[in-house]
């Protein structure tokens, strides 16, 4: 018996998002874990600057890499009701674009050589 309050897929936007989200956060921490090589053949102060602009912007990289889990998470944690749709597509939709956004701000932040 199925109640009439309950979406029969409300559980498809949470899915779709977990599908880009993960492996595009994915991608972007092993983009920003290999950035420092690119201050490789640095000269001193070169790479004193690049450092120094690298640990903030790499601290916030991994709050904001928290902030679209919690976005898959909050997701799928939402009771599967019809009134709950929409938010489950907001929060699905919002998940991927905070990993691309906050990769761009990782990319603002650095001072690249």
């Known amino acids: 018996?199925?109640?009439?309050?309950?979406?029969?897929?409300?559980?498809?936007?949470?899915?779709?998002?977990?599908?880009?989200?993960?492996?595009?956060?994915?991608?972007?921490?092993?983009?920003?874990?290999?950035?420092?090589?690119?201050?490789?053949?640095?000269?001193?102060?070169?790479?004193?600057?690049?450092?120094?602009?690298?640990?903030?912007a790499f601290a916030t990289f991994a709050v904001g890499l928290l902030v679209a889990l919690t976005l898959l998470v909050v997701g799928w944690a939402l009771p599967r009701r019809v009134r709950h749709t929409p938010r489950r597509l907001v929060l699905a939709v919002c998940a991927p674009i905070s990993v691309f956004a906050v990769w761009l701000v990782f990319l603002a932040l650095v001072d690249w050589p």
Do not use: I, K, N
């Open 1 to 56: 018996m199925d109640c009439p309050h309950r979406g029969t897929r409300t559980w498809v936007p949470p899915f779709l998002s977990t599908l880009v989200t993960l492996p595009l956060g994915f991608l972007a921490l092993v983009y920003v874990m290999f950035s420092p090589m690119a201050c490789d053949s640095c000269s001193q102060e070169e790479s004193r600057r690049f450092t120094e602009s690298f640990m903030p």
